[in-house]
């Protein structure tokens, strides 16, 4: 690795806003130095590939933040402050959106989403779009997570025999590999979780609500939203100040009770002092390794140690069903024909059954891995009427709220629930409800182990006490280290 560019690893937002305030930096600076690190690690050396494509417009945007802020005018608290965002998600400008499939490569979205329109706002530089698994993992069912018929398959910056975690794997291998300062991914059900835990980051999914979806390649209207991927709880706070807003395109944004509100005032040292947090050990403990699982317990007796009442093998009701995916089908077709109304009617994309067959016209080089998700939703009616979708709605949510986290949370009087890496994110996926995964150590081999801390509907207060809390009295986060001949 360069030692040009060594200088800005690891640095948060608030590091880098006091460099650039003091002009011991500029914003035009950090552009250069990422997309340095970016030809170093990313294009060639280790070859990363979490970059799907560099937004070539950066330089200039930074340049004219700068001058701005010499001229005394700072949009907030992300001004000149480079940050990547997934595949899937709209911009105006000279990049593509194609959720990873060759189908979009040249789609061009014809406004920004409205995550992208705060981060404007509050004066970050959209410096890159980050692969993901292919359609947020909602094409094919093996597919590898971090592979995109586009972009090709991402790598765990840890090491090229750890999964990467999906979908939203190049934020997740970009922000951990110090790509940019912080970045924006997408969760269905488990997207930000599992690709922060695998790069040993700090993921934040939200109350669906808490962020708007509008402009967002859509799977599921009950549980997609977006959410901050940093290194730090800091970070996190800050990006999810930003992100969440009120947004008239997308009506649920109208429940979130927050306002304008701060989410940093929740940084507490002793967050974790005198809550009740419980362990929901089966089956989720089963889904994992033994070494895992050692870096998990450890996990808790340090949560514990930090001031939290441990409760041991609590009994989530619904942790033991069969839950399905036929919300997610059926939500999928609709949505997606919805979404594909908005992109150029030159590419003949109107439908489901469009993707599908314009699949199959490119061949094996869009469906290396097939693409059995897309049949198994176009086999629905696609309509949010029909008896068998709304059964499932009405299973899921009051299996995964009434007899699922609020049951559990009101039984033993809990302020929120652990559960390891990413397993366990069906069920506050359906019921919506907010989960932080804070990077908790390493196997022997060296592969990130995350914590995940999970609470009701609009509790991200209470779970960034306690992400914090932990994060503070561990620091277990270490960047990657790139052999000097590769990068």
């Given at each position: 690795?360069?030692?040009?560019?060594?200088?800005?690893?690891?640095?948060t937002?608030?590091?880098?806003?006091?460099?650039?305030?003091?002009?011991?930096t500029?914003?035009?600076?950090?552009?250069?130095?990422?997309?340095?690190?970016?030809?170093?690690?990313?294009?060639?050396?280790?070859?990363?590939?979490?970059?799907?494509?560099?937004?070539?417009?950066?330089l200039?945007?930074?340049?004219?933040?700068d001058?701005?802020r010499?001229?005394?005018?700072?949009?907030?608290?992300?001004?000149?402050?480079?940050?990547?965002i997934k595949?899937?998600?709209?911009?105006?400008?000279?990049?593509?959106?194609?959720?990873g499939?060759?189908?979009?490569?040249?789609?061009?979205?014809?406004?920004?989403?409205?995550?992208?329109?705060q981060?404007?706002?509050?004066?970050?530089?959209?410096?890159?779009?980050?692969?993901?698994?292919?359609?947020?993992?909602?094409?094919?069912?093996?597919?590898?997570?971090?592979?995109?018929?586009?972009?090709?398959?991402?790598?765990n910056?840890?090491?090229?025999s750890?999964?990467?975690?999906?979908s939203?794997?190049?934020?997740?291998?970009?922000?951990?590999?110090?790509?940019?300062?912080?970045?924006?991914?997408?969760?269905?059900s488990?997207?930000?979780?599992?690709?922060?835990?695998?790069?040993?980051?700090?993921g934040?999914?939200?109350?669906?609500?808490?962020?708007?979806r509008?402009?967002?390649?859509?799977?599921?209207?009950?549980?997609?939203?977006?959410?901050?991927?940093?290194?730090?709880?800091?970070?996190g706070?800050?990006?999810?100040?930003?992100?969440n807003?009120?947004?008239?395109?997308?009506?649920?944004?109208?429940t979130?009770?927050?306002?304008?509100?701060?989410?940093?005032?929740?940084l507490?040292?002793?967050?974790?002092?005198?809550k009740?947090?419980?362990?929901?050990r089966?089956?989720?403990f089963?889904?994992?390794?033994?070494?895992h699982?050692?870096?998990?317990?450890?996990?808790?007796?340090?949560?514990?140690?930090?001031?939290a009442?441990?409760?041991?093998?609590?009994?989530?009701?619904?942790a033991?069903?069969?839950?399905?995916?036929?919300?997610m089908?059926?939500?999928?077709?609709?949505?997606?024909?919805?979404?594909?109304?908005?992109?150029?009617?030159?590419?003949?994309?109107?439908?489901l059954n469009?993707?599908i067959?314009?699949?199959?016209?490119?061949?094996?080089?869009?469906?290396?891995?097939g693409q059995?998700?897309?049949?198994?939703a176009e086999?629905?009616?696609g309509?949010?009427?029909?008896?068998?979708?709304?059964?499932?709605?009405?299973?899921?949510q009051e299996?995964?709220?009434?007899?699922?986290?609020?049951?559990v949370?009101?039984?033993?009087?809990?302020?929120?629930?652990i559960?390891?890496?990413?397993?366990?994110?069906?069920?506050?996926a359906?019921?919506?409800?907010?989960?932080?995964?804070?990077?908790?150590?390493?196997?022997?081999?060296?592969?990130?182990?995350g914590?995940?801390?999970?609470a009701?509907?609009?509790?991200?207060?209470?779970?960034?006490?306690?992400?914090?809390?932990?994060?503070q009295?561990?620091?277990h986060?270490?960047?990657?280290?790139?052999?000097k001949?590769?990068?």
């Amino acid at each position: 690795m360069s030692k040009q560019t060594e200088w800005i690893e690891e640095k948060t937002i608030r590091q880098l806003q006091n460099a650039l305030t003091k002009g011991e930096t500029a914003s035009r600076e950090l552009v250069l130095t990422y997309l340095k690190r970016i030809a170093e690690i990313d294009a060639s050396g280790p070859k990363l590939n979490a970059i799907i494509e560099v937004n070539p417009d950066a330089l200039y945007i930074a340049d004219k933040l700068d001058a701005q802020r010499k001229a005394g005018k700072v949009y907030g608290s992300l001004h000149g402050i480079p940050v990547v965002i997934k595949d899937n998600v709209d911009t105006q400008d000279r990049m593509h959106t194609s959720a990873g499939s060759l189908l979009l490569k040249d789609h061009v979205a014809k406004a920004d989403a409205f995550v992208v329109e705060q981060l404007r706002k509050s004066g970050a530089i959209i410096l890159a779009k980050t692969n993901l698994t292919e359609w947020a993992n909602f094409i094919a069912e093996d597919m590898p997570t971090g592979y995109s018929s586009r972009g090709g398959q991402t790598i765990n910056p840890y090491g090229k025999s750890f999964i990467v975690g999906g979908s939203s794997a190049g934020s997740g291998a970009a922000v951990a590999a110090n790509l940019a300062t912080a970045g924006v991914g997408t969760e269905t059900s488990g997207s930000i979780l599992s690709p922060a835990s695998q790069n040993s980051l700090v993921g934040i999914k939200p109350t669906v609500g808490l962020i708007s979806r509008s402009g967002i390649v859509p799977i599921s209207i009950t549980q997609d939203t977006a959410g901050p991927m940093t290194r730090t709880v800091e970070d996190g706070a800050i990006l999810l100040n930003v992100l969440n807003g009120e947004d008239e395109n997308d009506p649920i944004t109208s429940t979130n009770p927050f306002g304008k509100k701060d989410f940093t005032d929740s940084l507490k040292k002793d967050g974790l002092k005198g809550k009740r947090i419980g362990v929901a050990r089966k089956p989720f403990f089963e889904y994992v390794s033994e070494e895992h699982r050692k870096v998990i317990d450890a996990a808790i007796e340090e949560v514990k140690a930090a001031g939290a009442i441990i409760i041991e093998d609590i009994k989530i009701p619904s942790a033991n069903n069969d839950w399905d995916i036929n919300v997610m089908l059926y939500e999928f077709k609709s949505a997606v024909e919805t979404y594909l109304k908005t992109v150029n009617v030159s590419t003949d994309l109107n439908t489901l059954n469009d993707l599908i067959q314009g699949n199959r016209r490119l061949g094996t080089k869009a469906l290396k891995y097939g693409q059995a998700l897309f049949y198994q939703a176009e086999r629905t009616s696609g309509r949010l009427i029909d008896s068998d979708y709304l059964n499932s709605l009405v299973f899921d949510q009051e299996q995964s709220r009434e007899k699922g986290i609020d049951a559990v949370l009101a039984d033993n009087q809990l302020d929120a629930i652990i559960t390891p890496n990413n397993v366990g994110a069906t069920i506050p996926a359906k019921a919506g409800y907010p989960s932080i995964t804070v990077p908790a150590g390493y196997t022997p081999v060296g592969e990130p182990v995350g914590i995940t801390f999970t609470a009701g509907q609009y509790s991200e207060p209470i779970l960034l006490e306690c992400a914090y809390a932990y994060e503070q009295s561990t620091y277990h986060r270490k960047k990657p280290i790139f052999d000097k001949k590769e990068g």
